[in-house]
């Protein structure tokens, strides 16, 4: 199939399962067309038994989309314009500590606890994996989705402070982890040693430069934006900056989903205030809420579809059952740590540190990264941790999305309420961390 056909094939399927789901399922959006994407996947495969011609045929079309450019290189810049696009700068410039260190340290911490434990689980189990494979599998699973998170706040109705912390996180955390995954891949496939001075370097091109990158395209934008009054042309021009400015940051090797928040950002805060008139920004919040709609609807589907080319055994899918307690784990650790600390000058919503960690879900990002994992070396080796890691991936973001995304909000709902059981002896600090 060419663009067109997969585009419309896309499209339908989402617009099918949405109904559906809507009409008999009524789960949130991105979990109900996941799952019902999954169970496609499995009967195919269940036809595939008695039609073999008919599961190859599926097979072969899904392998035609190439899910990591897919994402990484298109859908990604989007969804993460039209997500920060709507969120509050002076309410995230009040948790910018907390959300700094949890896209920084945590996910580093994160990336050297998982692939500790995941080492130590494979070699139970009688896996043979080297070690840099799983602090690969550390990185890339490390930071929490934007995409999954924000799909499922919505649902929530988490306190502002609370909210702030997981999405800022959320938009902010890809950058370190892909610097981080990529020196690891590095150095899987031998192309070069552990260098720190270039992991360095490397995090400054990407994650600095691609805010200056931001900064610079969202200033342009802005000021274009102030010479015209015609909603047609600025829901155009914020089209533009989301999918020329992603792809010029590329093109220059900066991080694109970091410009795209910082780009976001800026047009979301700065141009409503003096750029916009009441008009253009109801065309622009619903042009984006749409938007952002139908490629959630897409990626979540192809989440699901994936299901039909991921290679499943009992021992890899054991694997990934159990990887999810150690991502979990390592996750509590990385937030409860810095958090603890924190706690001695900031004030905390009470339960922060289980809702943060339980809310960090994982999504399509992973899934992406673990896909970009060379089958074959330069010099034609074969990769054999590749489809080990791949699947563990899988599973942990497919069970990460459906068991957290499904119980966060009970969770959210019974650990306020018994904090509004309890009476504080003495009033907070109007500023809560």
């Known amino acids: 199939m060419d663009l067109f056909q997969v585009s419309a094939a896309l499209l339908s399927l989402a617009a099918i399962f949405s109904f559906f789901n809507h009409r008999v399922l009524k789960l949130p959006t991105t979990i109900g067309l996941m799952l019902i994407a999954m169970t496609t996947s499995l009967v195919m495969v269940a036809i595939g038994e008695l039609f073999p011609e008919v599961e190859a045929e599926a097979k072969e079309h899904l392998h035609g989309i190439d899910f990591n450019k ?25 948790q910018r500590v907390v959300i700094g260190i949890l896209a920084t340290g945590g996910v580093l911490m994160s990336t050297v606890l998982v692939g500790g434990m995941t080492y130590a689980l494979m070699t139970l189990m009688g896996v043979h994996i080297r070690p840099v494979y799983c602090l690969l599998f550390g990185a890339l699973i490390s930071p929490t989705d934007p995409i999954a998170v924000l799909g499922v706040l919505k649902h929530v109705g988490a306190p502002k402070e609370l909210e ?80 020329g400015g992603y792809a010029l940051a590329y093109a220059i090797h900066v991080s694109g989903p970091i410009a795209m928040v910082v780009a976001g950002l800026f047009i979301g805060n700065e141009a409503r205030a003096g750029a916009m008139s009441e008009k253009t920004r109801e065309h622009l919040d619903d042009f984006w809420e749409l938007m952002d709609e ?140």
């Open 70 to 94: 897919t994402l990484m290189q298109g859908m990604l810049g989007f969804l993460l314009f039209a997500a920060a696009l709507h969120v509050n700068l002076a309410d995230l410039k009040k």
């Open 294 to 433: 139908i490629l959630n609807a897409v990626l979540f589907v192809l989440i699901g579809l994936e299901l039909l080319i991921v290679a499943f055994d009992a021992q890899s899918l054991l694997a990934g059952l159990l990887a999810f307690p150690v991502v979990l784990l390592a996750r509590f650790i990385a937030v409860a740590l810095p958090v603890s600390l924190m706690k001695r000058r900031r004030v905390f919503t009470p339960g922060a540190i289980r809702i943060l960690t339980w809310g960090g879900l994982r999504g399509g990002v992973s899934v992406a990264l673990a896909l970009s994992i060379p089958g074959k070396l330069a010099d034609g080796t074969l990769v054999p941790e590749r489809e080990m890691v791949l699947t563990i991936t899988y599973v942990v973001v497919v069970v990460s999305i459906v068991v957290q995304g499904l119980t966060i909000g009970p969770l959210l709902r019974r650990t306020l309420a018994a904090a509004a059981a309890v009476e504080p002896e003495e009033p907070l600090p109007v500023e809560a961390a």
């Open 164 to 243: 702030m912390k997981i999405a800022g996180e959320s938009l902010f955390n890809d950058g370190v982890a892909v610097v981080a995954f990529i020196g690891l891949l590095e150095i899987a496939s031998g192309t070069s040693g552990l260098d720190l001075q270039r992991l360095s370097l490397l995090f400054v091109q990407e994650a600095i430069g691609g805010v200056l990158y931001g900064l610079a395209l969202g200033f342009v934008t802005l000021a274009m934006l102030r010479q015209v009054d015609d909603y047609k042309v600025e829901v155009l021009l914020s089209l533009a900056t989301a999918a």
